[in-house]
């Protein structure tokens, strides 16, 4: 596979979490029946029309930062990292490490497997060709 494969790579699969994204902005009642079917929705003892109302607003938050992510990820990509910049590899990376750690971690210390387990397919489709790409970026900053 070339670098060039390696970056439209990147960008589909940003382009899908920007729009999962604003799926979430634009969809919360249906993203919130998403959640439950993955495993990590409210318990069914709580889960009202009210609960259910208000969970819009953090799935429509979460869906904006997201997305606002996803589209900063999408423009670094297609420059910087296009270009070969060490600065753009490093910090998407970071980044990427950073979320999963954290989202990853909290998941399961708070007792959400599922969700960590959705976290995988993002992780590795994201973490695949940057890790081929490491290999194409310069040397200088």
Same mark, same amino acid.
């Given at each position: #596979? ?13 382009? @899908? ?19 439950? +079917? ?21 799935? #429509? ?7 606002? +992510?996803?589209? @900063? #990820? ?12 060490? +600065? ?13 750690? @954290? ?10 497997? #599922? ?27």
């Amino acid at each position: #596979m070339t670098r060039h494969t390696f970056i439209k790579w990147l960008e589909v699969v940003l382009f @899908l979490v920007l729009i999962y994204s604003l799926f979430l902005v634009f969809a919360g009642t249906t993203a919130g029946s998403l959640f439950s +079917w993955f495993g990590f929705g409210p318990e069914e003892s709580i889960n009202t029309a009210a609960v259910s109302d208000y969970l819009r607003l953090p799935y #429509m938050v979460l869906g904006a930062v997201m997305a606002s +992510w996803a589209f @900063l #990820m999408i423009q670094i990509v297609r420059g910087p990292l296009k270009e070969g910049s060490v +600065w753009a590899w490093t910090f998407l990376t970071q980044s990427l490490s950073l979320w999963f750690i @954290l989202d990853t971690g909290f998941s399961l210390v708070l007792g959400y497997p #599922m969700h960590a387990l959705f976290n995988i397919p993002f992780a590795v489709s994201l973490g695949i060709p940057l890790l081929r790409l490491k290999a194409h970026v310069r040397l200088s900053t």
